[in-house]
């Protein structure tokens, strides 16, 4: 058995931090590396950013002992960012390099905004770079199914930092019709794709797509959204390639953190990014190993730099060292938003990812839509499938698989609770790009079973 490689990224801190070549990375370094960074971020948004001015408290520079001490600064939440965005920004409009706007995911208002300086692009195109040397050899073609029209998207970074790797990354864009992806695939004869899961996953189960074969991908990335295992191995089955994750946002500068060779849990951008994991309710650290909300806290960035941001995600630390062997934390893969859970009538918490768990391990199932709604007999379940192909049966392993779901399994339990029969549409070509999906909730606000 060869041994597992390290992940890139820690002789890329290492480097960042300006260790000599050949000196290890250790955490000690590392954390006072980061507590270094940690204030002059604190002092550079205490000088240039009235929202923090005012959340730091005017007058003495803050200025933290330990790292642990970032525990004593508030939260930034979504809604800072959606109403107070030009507040935080450090730097002259004339030196932001970009500005992103994320739109609404329609109840929540005013869309956030996002600043990037030149630098600030430049750490993400350096994050690209030795992050994807673990999937991506020099020479390679990488399709990317990311948005990058524009000079400094996503895409266009990606491309930028595959080729400092010397691989060239063709900028595609989110699928819109999978057969004239797959043809861009085989045209390109590429050897990796970095793409949305949701949307990966219809091209490996469309009919032009089951035919690529084992060989013809080395390997995928899948990005954007979080990733169900359940997609992870419909793409290895289909395609017989190694499927990557890679954990990130527009908060976190696009790119958060990798997967290494080992692929159990991203490894972070630890030079750039400070990442804590929090109990929702409580706001303090989450116990080690357990489910808690991913903060962050930026620790290099200029034009709009965050403290503690809350980005809403599921996940928990690793302790157990990597088969990878560095020194590096590991983060378990993010499970869902927290926001999109759903409580049900009886208090059972209906989380999205055991429904994608569930439903995308169904051969044939290419995406599918949950609603919940609410009539004289109690709340119902409604789900409808998307599929290329109609098949009876679907309808009946779709159901015995949501039953097995435990919050369902529960629900159904007090009978106040149920699972409609399960509709299936079909896709001939085109599909949406994905937006993040959630399940829907039509159950009105007045009733009583909605808390
Ligand atoms: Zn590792």
């Known amino acids: ?87 935080l920004l450090c730097i002259s409009q004339s030196e932001v390099a970009r500005v992103v706007t994320l739109g609404t995911s329609g109840t929540t208002g005013d869309p956030k ?19 994807m040397s673990t999937l991506v050899r020099t020479g390679e073609r990488v399709l990317i199914l990311l948005p990058g029209d524009r000079p400094d998207s996503v895409g266009d970074l990606l491309r930028r930092g595959l080729a400092r790797l010397g691989a060239e990354g063709i900028v595609h864009g989110p699928v819109i019709d999978p057969a004239v992806t797959l043809r861009a695939i085989r045209g390109h004869a590429v050897h990796c794709l970095v793409g949305i899961p949701v949307q990966v ?44 994750q890679h954990y990130g946002m527009t908060e976190m500068g696009f790119g958060g953190g990798v997967e290494c060779a080992a692929r159990q849990g991203y490894h972070l951008r630890e030079a750039d990014l400070l990442l804590e994991v929090i109990d929702p309710i409580s706001g303090r650290p989450a116990s080690h190993g357990r489910n808690g909300e991913v903060v962050v806290t930026t620790l290099a960035r200029r034009a709009m730099p965050l403290i503690r941001y809350r ?26 938003r927290h926001q999109e859970a759903r409580r049900l009538a009886d208090g ?20 599918y839509q949950a609603v919940l709604t609410c009539g004289k007999d109690g709340e119902h379940l409604r789900v409808r499938l998307y599929a290329y192909q109609d098949d009876q049966r679907l309808r009946s392993r779709a159901a015995a698989a949501l039953a097995l779901v435990p919050a ?21 070509s085109s599909i949406l790009p994905a937006a993040k999906r959630m399940i829907g909730d039509r159950r009105t606000n007045a009733s009583p079973l909605r808390k």
């Open 348 to 367: 059972v918490r209906l989380e999205m990812h055991t429904l994608d768990e569930a439903l995308f391990a169904l051969a044939g199932v290419i995406d």
């Open 201 to 244: 996953l219809a091209l490996a189960r469309h009919p032009e797509g089951a035919v690529l074969g084992p060989g013809t991908l080395r390997s995928v990335l899948l990005s954007t959204d979080y990733v169900p295992r359940s997609i992870v191995t419909a793409i290895e089955t289909a395609w017989g390639c190694q499927v990557f």
């Open 1 to 87: 058995m060869t041994a597992i490689a390290r992940t890139p990224l820690e002789a890329w801190i290492g480097a960042r931090i300006g260790l000599a070549r050949g000196e290890r990375l250790s955490a000690g370094r590392l954390a006072a590396w980061q507590l270094a960074q940690l204030n002059a971020t604190l002092a550079h948004v205490w000088q240039h950013s009235a929202f923090y001015q005012e959340r730091l408290g005017g007058r003495a520079l803050p200025r933290l002992a330990r790292l642990e001490e970032i525990a004593t600064l508030q939260f930034t939440s979504a809604t800072d960012l959606r109403q107070d965005a030009m507040r």
């Open 113 to 131: 905004r996002l600043f990037f300086s030149g630098a600030d692009l430049e750490a993400t195109i350096d994050f690209f770079h030795h992050g």
């Open 408 to 428: 369902i399994r529960a629900a159904t339990a007090n009978e106040r609770f149920q699972v409609d029969p399960i509709d299936v549409e079909l896709r001939s």
């Open 311 to 336: 980005t809403g995600d599921r996940a928990a630390w690793i302790d157990e060292p990597c088969p990878c062997g560095t020194m590096l934390r590991r983060l378990a893969w993010v499970q869902g």
